[in-house]
């Protein structure tokens, strides 16, 4: 039970690459640096083939085994950072002030990067490898073009896989569920419509904030009265604004923005027609109108049950901290595109005791790549 001896190799050179990439966060669809290095490092390992700008600015690779065999197993990583100012005080920090990599994916990038050369210099396996290197995880969108610009038929795989850095959880061990691990994560945007005025004159009006109380607690009864009390879900009010000029100045909208999480269809399509009633419900009783926005951003992430057990496989020969039914958590991953298409399994993998991701003082663990690089190269070499 080991690291693959050839990766952990390469570490030094590999946390090299992770510096550079996390000193130059970039964001959603806007990779110039990033995806060019990437290619690059790719070409210089051998791959067969390195197509740059799928889905506006990915990465795909294609690396040939020597075994005879026609499958062929996706591996995917994201390469953006997150509009945060980086507050770490590494010597490798953000040069670019309101950027950095917050999420740890300067790791998933480099670990990729490590499985493929790996795999460049080794091809002890059958079939292929399709290395997927993906724009635009935070905020989503990503996945999507991807598969739009042709993905899974320009490049056939019969599975894909991915995995995802988690704080708190000791470096070199895994964790993964089958089924549902991640939420769906829909956006929804409430605009209450009344009529503004003197907010000493309330008769006058039709007070739009007084009907967003009552639809901000009405909310609040989705999960508790509507949905199955041994399902999860959860809805949540972010932002909360109105076009008021102040304290004595009843406005024309309030506007709500929020978001709605859930694992199963059944679920998801419960939450957004009863949302649609209630908050149009109350909008009548105040006198009210209400316009409602609703957009399904994120599919759930649900791991096949034979490629989880799978994974589970090829992380017992890398690590003795393996946990196969790990907690389900309300965030949501856009890897849930892929899933949605091919069969495959979504794993974490720890980054020890870091600030939480998404702060501005995390950082990705180095000490993790030979284990993420070693799970990523071992699927293929097992399969
Ligand atoms: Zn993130
Ligand atoms: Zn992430």
């Not at 001896?5 to 959603?28: D, G, K």
């Not at 795909?60 to 509009?83: C, F, Y």
């Not at 073009?145 to 000791?170: K, S, T």
Request: proline share 5%; aromatic share 6%.
């Amino acid at each position: 039970m080991t690291v693959i001896p050839e990766i952990e190799n390469m570490q030094r050179e590999a946390v090299l690459w992770r510096h550079e990439f996390h000193a130059n966060p970039e964001l959603r669809f806007d990779l110039p640096r990033t995806s060019a290095r990437v290619a690059d490092l790719l070409r210089s390992f051998g791959c067969d083939e390195v197509t740059q700008g799928v889905g506006q600015s990915g990465v795909v690779a294609v690396i040939k085994g020597r075994e005879p065999g026609n499958r062929s197993i996706g591996l995917r990583a994201d390469m953006d950072a997150l509009p945060i100012s980086e507050m770490t005080n590494v010597p490798y920090s953000s040069g670019i002030s309101g950027k950095m990599h917050a999420c740890g994916h300067d790791g998933h990038t480099t670990m990729l990067l490590m499985a493929a050369r790996h795999l460049a210099q080794n091809r002890a396996f059958s079939g292929s490898a399709v290395l997927i290197f993906q724009p635009a995880e935070e905020d989503g969108g990503g996945a999507k073009a991807m598969i739009a610009d042709g993905l899974f038929n320009r490049w056939p795989v019969d599975e894909v896989y991915a995995l995802h850095n988690m704080p708190a959880m000791a470096v070199g061990s895994f964790a993964i569920r089958p089924g549902p691990l991640m939420a769906a994560a829909d956006m929804f945007e409430i605009r209450l419509l009344g009529q503004g005025g003197h907010a000493a004159q309330p008769h006058l009006c039709v007070d739009s904030v007084m009907a967003a109380g009552h639809v901000l607690v009405a909310l609040q009864t989705l999960v508790a009265r509507s949905v199955d009390t041994l399902q999860s879900a959860v809805v949540s009010v972010g932002k909360l604004s109105t076009d008021s000029a102040g304290a004595c100045v009843l406005p024309g909208v309030v506007t709500l923005n929020g978001t709605v999480r859930s694992f199963v269809p059944s679920v998801q399509d419960l939450l957004e027609d009863r949302l649609c009633t209630l908050v149009r419900g109350i909008a009548q009783t105040h006198g009210a109108t209400a316009e409602i926005r609703y957009d399904r951003e994120a599919k759930a992430t649900v791991n096949a049950p034979d490629q989880t057990r799978f994974a589970v496989s090829v992380a017992r020969t890398i690590s003795a901290e393996v946990d196969e039914t790990t907690p389900q958590v309300m965030v949501s991953e856009d890897f849930s595109e892929m899933l949605a298409l091919r069969p495959g399994a979504f794993i974490f993998i720890g980054n020890g005791l870091s600030a939480p991701l998404h702060h501005p003082a995390y950082d990705f663990n180095d000490a993790a790549l030979p284990f993420g690089a070693s799970w990523l190269a071992g699927l293929v070499m097992a399969r």
